[in-house]
């Protein structure tokens, strides 16, 4: 069984910049959720993806946006980069369809550094 | 909307002696509750859930709907136990997110 995997490991983009995140989900899983973690805090929810449509998002604004493939993988683009975005970006698989659905499988992150 | 306070950012204690994480959550509907750990080096992992009522690594963590409190306890901590612990929060009427903590650094010395 394959866990969550996350590309790339860390990123450096200066401000104005665009940036792409990438997640594989775990074998079997459907469902993938982003988070941002800044420094000293705990993950906030940005965004959920199920089918490949949003299925609830969290106060982000519109320049975060998702993308869920058919195989379950999914992005994470975020639009004109800004100094506080610089924290780390958490991808978390889950199974819809099963009795644990509310159990996440998180993939180790991406490290963004915006400057 | 929901929130979850973990209030200590940091708890130091000796290899042998009993730990506790508070975790205090608000939500006006029937939550579920976790206990997420992140090991040195190591990606954020479940610990566990109170609807399985079970003990991991000597953890336990009963939910009080009274208190609104869902504390993390450990009798006898271990060095390995020393970790970054959160405390989440999920919904299924807010689409099943997971609400997390501010975290709490667990220290424990030999």
């Known amino acids: 069984e394959t866990g969550v995997t996350q590309s790339p490991t860390h990123l450096i983009k200066t401000r104005g910049q665009q940036v792409t995140l990438r997640c594989s989900s775990q074998s079997g899983h459907n469902t993938v959720s982003w988070y941002q973690q800044a420094l000293g805090q705990g993950p906030q929810f940005i965004f959920q993806y199920y089918r490949e449509e949003e299925n609830g998002r969290g106060n982000f604004p519109p320049r975060f946006s998702g993308l869920q493939f058919p195989n379950y993988s999914s992005e994470l683009n975020v639009n004109a980069l800004e100094l506080d975005d610089s924290a780390l970006y958490l991808c978390?698989?889950?199974?819809?369809?099963?009795?644990?659905?509310?159990?996440?499988?998180f993939g180790p992150g991406t490290r963004l550094t915006v400057l | 909307a929901q929130r979850v306070t973990q209030p200590e950012k940091l708890l130091s204690v000796f290899k042998g002696a009993p730990v506790e994480l508070k975790c205090n959550y608000s939500y006006s509907g029937s939550p579920e509750l976790f206990w997420y750990v992140q090991y040195s080096r190591q990606r954020l992992q479940l610990l566990l859930r109170?609807?399985s009522r079970e003990s991991i690594k000597g953890f336990t963590a009963d939910l009080n709907k009274g208190e609104t409190s869902f504390h993390l306890k450990k009798p006898f901590a271990q060095e390995e136990d020393s970790a970054m612990y959160y405390c989440?929060?999920?919904?299924?009427?807010?689409?099943?997110?997971?609400?997390f903590g501010g975290g709490t650094r667990v220290l424990v010395k030999p």
């Open positions: 989440a929060l999920s919904a299924k009427a807010a689409g099943n997110k997971l609400t």
């Open positions: 109170h609807i």
């Open positions: 978390a698989s889950s199974s819809r369809d099963s009795s644990s659905y509310n159990e996440q499988f």
